[in-house]
C-alpha cells in the first residue's frame, strides 16, 4: 500500500479476509485462515436470517463525531442520519462536530442531487466556519452515483476549506468495521500529502471513536513511560493528521479500528505501526506497554510502572469477584480477546465467546483463546442475538458481557448482564472498573429475574434447533 | 422551507422508522425490514432511546429481522434474498403478523415487495407489507403507510355479537410523540365517560386484534395533522366520520372542547357537572401551587417547539389556565405547504391575542437562532434546544422528540391529571434553573 488511492479502500473480506458469519471450532477456523497467508483463503459464510446490524456508514459517523472543529454533511435521505442525534444529545455540552442531513426526497434520488449538496456545503459551511467539511455517502447516494468528488472539488476552492468526502454504502462490506477503513483512508488522502523529512519526538495514539475514559488512560500509560502523545483521529485538529506522519511510531488503542490508519502513516510515510492486542486486563496492559517500551527504549519504565500498577490492584484481584462465575462475552473482537484476559483475572470461566468478525488480525488470539479452552466453539456474528439466544440457552452462563443492543435478549433469558461500552474497560482502570461491574451484576439478580421464563420473541422450535442453522457457505 | 436543501440535526427519522415505530408498537408484530443492515439501527440509536417508551417490538433490542442486503443484492436484486428472509422469520420468530417494509436501496433496485408478500400469504404466513424508502420522507410518512397497510391488507375480524361503541384515535405517533404511550391511555381514559371504549391502537395491550377492530368503530378521532390521511381512508372504504383536532386536549378548556365535541358526534351524554368538579380540583391545586408561581416567577414569555399537536394543547394550556404568554412557537413535523394551510390558522388565532410568531421549522440551528432572538425566558422543546437555551441561561422543559434527559415511559399531558403533570414537571424546571 501506498498512498492511498481510490475513492474507497478495497472491502475487509479482500484485505483483511475478514468473517461475519461462523459458528464452530474455533481450531477449524484457524486451519481455514491457515490455507494461506495474504490470498482471500477463508469461505465466506451468509445468513439465511439475520437481525439488522451496524454497517459501514454508522462506523464512519461515529468517527466523525469525535473530530472537532469539523461539520459534517450527510448526504442522502433523513434517515441516514438519525443516529447522530446521539452525538448533539449525548454530548451533553462538551464540543461535537455539528451535522446536518440534505433530506433527498424521492426526485433528488432518482435525478440526483449534486446541487443540493453544493448548496448544503456552501450554506453549512458560512453558519459554522469550520477547519474541515466531511460529506458522506449514503446507500441511495452509493446507488444513483452522486458526482460527490466534483461538488469537493468545486467547492474546496471556492470557499477556501478542506473537504473530504467519505464513500460510506452500507453495502461495500458485511462488516461495520469497513467504517474505519473508509475514514482513514479520506483523511490520509487528503490531509497528508508530504510527510515531513524529520522525525518528531512525539509518538500517535490511534484511537477511533473510544470513549474518553478509555482513551484518557492510554494517555496515561504513554506519559507514565515518559512519551509526548499525539491522539487521533479522535480529538484531533486538521494538522495533527500531517504531523502524525512525523511521528516515531504508531500505536493503536484498538487494532480493529485503528489498523488502516496505522498502516496509511505506515506506507505513506515509513511510521512504524506497533502490532499490540488491545490493552485490556493486566496481561493484555502489560503486553501493550512492553511493546511501546521495547519500541521507545523505555522496557525499564514499563516495567516498573507495571508492578506498581499490577500491585495496586492485587487485592481486587485477590478477591476473584467472578469467582466460578461462567462468564458469556459478546463483543468486539479486538475487545473480547482483552475482555478474556480480565475474566480470566477475575476468577471467572469464559462459557461462551461471540465476536462481531473475525480476520487475519485476531489469528495469535484465535490461538490463545484455543489453547485457554479447546472445547468452545466460536461465534462470529454482529447483533445476531437469536444465535446468541440459541447458545445462552444451551450454555446457561451466570453472567453476560456484551456491547450491542442483542445484550437485552440475554437480559430477558434472566441472565444478569453488564453493557460494556458505558464502563472503562481499558488498562488498569479497566481492570478496576470490570471487576466491580461485573461484581454488582451478579450481587443483585432481581431486575433480570423478572424476566426469567416471561414470553420470548424466538418460537420454541428455533431453540430445537442448532444455532448455527441459519449460517451457509456464500455460493459466488 | 421551500427553500431547504439541508436540515441540521434533523428531528425525525425517514418514512422506514416511521413504520418500524409504527409496527412495532402493535404487540405480536414482527417489521421484517428489507434493506442493507444500518438502516434499522438508525432506527436503533437515533429513534428508540429518544421517543419516550420503547414500543414492544423494539425493546427486544436490534430489528429482530432484516435482510442485511450486500452489493451482490444492489447489482442484481434482493428478492429471493427477501423471499429467504421472510419464510426463515416465521420460523425463527414468534410473532402474529409479519411487516414487511422496504428502503432506499431495496426501492432503488426494484425488488418487488408486494410479490413476495403474496407468496408468503399463499404460504399460509401472516404477512403485510408497506413500501417505506427514505426518500418517501419523514417518519410522519411511514407512519402514515404503515397504517394503511394494516387497513388495506389485514382480513377483516369476524363481526360477533352486538356492535362495540368504539372509537379509533389516530395521529399520535409512536415515539416522534414521546409521551404516546401516556396520551394514549390519557385519551381512552377521558373518553370512557361518554360510554364509549377508545381503540388505541398502540402499546399496552395492542394487538392486531385492535387493528382488525378498526373498520367497526364509529367515528375515528384524528389527533394531529397525521391522522387525517387514514381518517379519510377509513371514510372512503368503510364510511365512517371523522373529527379532527387542532391540539391535543392539554387543559380545561380543550377537554371540554373535546368532551363536547366527541359527545355530539357519537350521541352520547357528556356530563357538564363532573366536567366542572374535575376543574374545581384543578383550580384548587392552582391555588396550592399560587406561593410558588409568584415566588419563582411562572409568568413568563415562553418559546415552545416541537410537533404540532403538542405545542398547540401546551400553549393552550399554559397561556389560557396558567398566565404564561406565548413568544415563540415553532412546530417541527415537516407539514405540507397544504397541511400548513389548513391546521395552521388554528394555531395562529390562538396565540393572536399575545402575538407570538408561529413557524414551521426543523433547523436545529435556524430553531436556535429564533429562539434567541424572541427573548424569552422559558423554552419547551426538545433536548437540541438544550444547547441554547443553557446559552441564554433560560429554564428548558423537554417535551418533544428527541428526549435525551429526562425518562419517559406512561407520563402524558393530556387531560385533567395530564395537566397536573405538566404543571409539576414545568415547575421543576423552573426550581432547577439558575
Known amino acids: 500500500m501506498s498512498t492511498p488511492a481510490g475513492r474507497a479502500p478495497i472491502n475487509r473480506e479482500k484485505r483483511l479476509n475478514t468473517l461475519s458469519a461462523y459458528l464452530g471450532e474455533t481450531s477449524a477456523l484457524l486451519r481455514e485462515y491457515a490455507r494461506g497467508e495474504d490470498e482471500v483463503n477463508v469461505d465466506q459464510r451468509i445468513r439465511t436470517f439475520s437481525h439488522g446490524k451496524p454497517d459501514d456508514l454508522l462506523v464512519a459517523l461515529e468517527v466523525l463525531s469525535a473530530i472537532p472543529d469539523a461539520i459534517t454533511v450527510i448526504h442522502g435521505p433523513r ?39 453544493r448548496a448544503a456545503v456552501a450554506a453549512f459551511y458560512h453558519r459554522y466556519g469550520p477547519k474541515v467539511v466531511f460529506i458522506v455517502a449514503t446507500p441511495a447516494v452509493a446507488i444513483n452515483n452522486d458526482d460527490i468528488q466534483s461538488v469537493v472539488d468545486e467547492l474546496s476552492g471556492e470557499l477556501g476549506t478542506i473537504i473530504i468526502p467519505i464513500y460510506a454504502s452500507g453495502f461495500t462490506s458485511k462488516t461495520s468495521v469497513y467504517g474505519y477503513d473508509l475514514v482513514a483512508h479520506s483523511l490520509v488522502k487528503t490531509l497528508v500529502k508530504n510527510p515531513p523529512a524529520e522525525r518528531g519526538a512525539w509518538v500517535n495514539l490511534l484511537s477511533l471513536a473510544e470513549s474518553s475514559g478509555d482513551r484518557d488512560e492510554a494517555r496515561r500509560l504513554l506519559q507514565a513511560l515518559g512519551l509526548e502523545t499525539l491522539t487521533l483521529p479522535d480529538g484531533a485538529g486538521v494538522q495533527d493528521f500531517a504531523k502524525a506522519a512525523g511521528a516515531r511510531f504508531s500505536v493503536p488503542l484498538d487494532f480493529d479500528a485503528g489498523h488502516y490508519l496505522g498502516r496509511a502513516f505506515q506506507d505513506v510515510a515509513q511510521v512504524p505501526l506497533l502490532d499490540v492486542p488491545r490493552p485490556i486486563g493486566l496481561v493484555g496492559t502489560r503486553e501493550w506497554l512492553l511493546t511501546v517500551g521495547a519500541a521507545a527504549g523505555k522496557q525499564s519504565e514499563a516495567r516498573d510502572f507495571h508492578a506498581r500498577e499490577a500491585a495496586a490492584l492485587a487485592e481486587i484481584l485477590e478477591a476473584q469477584p467472578l469467582r466460578g462465575a461462567k462468564v458469556y462475552l459478546s463483543l468486539a473482537p479486538a ?8 475474566v480470566k483475572e477475575t476468577g471467572g470461566h469464559v462459557a461462551g465467546l461471540t465476536v462481531s468478525h473475525v480476520d487475519q488480525l485476531h489469528l495469535d488470539g484465535l490461538r490463545k483463546f484455543q489453547d485457554q479452552s479447546p472445547a468452545l466453539q466460536i461465534h462470529v456474528g454482529e447483533g445476531q442475538g437469536f444465535e446468541e ?23 430477558r433469558l434472566g441472565i444478569p448482564s453488564v453493557f460494556l461500552p458505558r464502563i472503562p474497560v481499558v488498562g488498569y482502570r479497566g481492570v478496576r472498573a470490570f471487576a466491580r461491574r461485573t461484581a454488582l451484576a451478579l450481587k443483585n439478580r432481581a431486575f433480570v429475574a423478572r424476566f426469567a421464563g416471561g414470553p420470548q420473541l424466538f418460537a420454541d422450535n428455533w431453540f430445537q434447533r442448532s444455532a448455527h442453522w441459519h449460517i451457509k457457505q456464500e455460493v459466488k | 422551507m421551500s427553500t431547504h436543501h439541508h436540515i441540521e440535526q434533523a ?6 422508522h416511521g413504520a418500524l415505530a409504527t409496527f412495532g408498537a402493535i404487540e405480536g408484530v414482527t417489521p421484517v425490514i428489507h434493506a442493507t443492515a444500518g438502516c434499522g439501527i438508525q432506527y436503533e440509536r437515533g429513534v428508540t432511546p429518544f421517543g419516550g417508551a420503547l414500543p414492544p417490538c423494539a425493546a427486544w433490542g436490534p430489528p429482530v429481522s432484516s435482510t442485511n442486503i450486500s452489493e451482490k443484492h444492489v447489482v442484481f436484486g434482493g428478492g429471493s434474498r427477501l423471499r429467504e428472509q421472510l419464510k426463515n422469520t416465521v ?16 426501492e432503488m ?56 361503541r368504539l372509537v379509533n384515535l389516530l395521529g399520535i405517533v409512536p415515539q416522534q410523540d414521546p409521551f404516546w404511550q401516556g396520551h394514549l391511555s390519557q385519551l381512552a381514559q377521558l373518553i370512557r365517560p361518554l360510554g364509549w371504549e377508545a381503540n388505541v391502537l398502540f402499546g399496552t395491550g395492542q ?71 374535575q376543574e374545581r380540583a384543578l383550580d384548587a391545586w392552582l391555588a396550592r401551587l399560587a406561593p410558588g408561581y409568584f415566588q419563582n416567577g411562572w409568568q413568563r414569555e415562553f418559546a415552545v417547539v416541537g410537533e404540532f399537536s403538542l405545542v398547540y394543547g401546551l400553549t393552550e394550556l399554559l397561556a389560557e389556565t396558567l398566565g404564561l404568554i406565548p413568544k415563540l412557537v415553532v412546530v417541527t413535523d415537516p407539514l405540507s405547504e397544504e397541511q400548513q394551510q389548513q391546521w395552521l390558522p388554528q394555531l395562529e388565532s390562538l396565540v393572536k391575542p399575545w402575538s407570538a410568531k408561529v413557524v414551521v421549522r426543523e433547523d436545529a440551528g435556524e430553531i436556535a437562532d429564533l429562539i434567541e432572538q424572541s427573548g424569552v425566558e422559558l423554552v419547551l422543546g426538545s433536548s437540541l434546544e438544550r444547547e441554547v437555551s443553557d446559552r441564554l441561561g433560560v429554564p428548558l422543559l423537554v417535551v418533544s422528540f428527541p428526549v435525551a434527559d429526562r425518562l419517559i415511559l ?8 395530564g395537566a397536573l403533570a405538566l404543571i409539576e414537571d414545568l415547575g421543576s424546571a423552573l426550581l432547577q434553573s439558575p
Open chain 1, 389 to 411: 439466544a440459541n447458545l445462552l440457552q444451551r450454555l446457561k452462563p451466570d453472567l453476560y458481557v456484551g456491547d450491542g443492543g442483542q445484550l437485552v435478549q440475554a437480559a
Open chain 2, 109 to 164: 433496485v426494484g425488488d418487488d415487495l408486494q410479490a413476495m408478500t403474496k407468496e408468503g400469504r399463499e404460504q399460509g404466513f401472516p404477512v403485510i407489507c408497506a413500501n417505506t424508502p427514505g426518500f418517501h420522507g419523514s417518519l410522519h410518512v411511514g407512519y402514515e403507510t404503515a397504517a394503511k397497510a394494516l387497513i388495506e391488507q389485514l382480513p377483516a375480524a369476524g363481526t360477533n355479537g352486538a356492535p362495540r
Open chain 2, 91 to 106: 420460523k425463527v420468530v414468534a410473532a402474529d403478523l409479519y411487516a414487511v417494509v422496504s428502503s432506499c436501496a431495496t
Open chain 1, 79 to 117: 434517515g441516514c442520519a438519525v443516529s447522530q442525534l446521539q452525538r448533539a444529545l449525548l454530548a451533553r455540552g462538551r464540543a461535537f462536530g455539528r451535522w446536518t442531513v440534505t433530506d433527498l426526497d424521492q426526485k433528488a434520488t432518482i435525478m440526483g442531487a449534486d446541487a443540493k449538496l
Open chain 1, 335 to 342: 475487545t473480547a480477546l482483552g475482555v478474556l484476559n480480565l
Open chain 2, 410 to 417: 406512561n407520563r402524558g399531558y393530556v387531560g385533567f391529571d
Open chain 2, 11 to 16: 428531528r425525525a427519522g425517514c418514512a422506514l
Open chain 2, 207 to 277: 394487538t392486531v386484534k385492535s387493528w382488525q377492530e378498526v373498520p367497526a368503530a364509529a367515528l375515528n378521532v384524528v389527533l394531529s395533522p397525521w391522522g387525517e390521511k387514514t381518517a379519510r381512508l377509513l371514510q372512503e372504504k368503510h364510511q365512517t366520520p371523522w373529527v379532527s383536532f387542532a391540539g391535543l386536549p392539554v387543559g380545561p378548556k380543550a377537554i371540554e372542547r373535546f368532551l363536547k365535541t366527541l359527545a355530539e358526534r357519537l350521541g352520547a351524554e357528556h356530563n357538564p357537572s363532573a366536567f366542572r368538579a
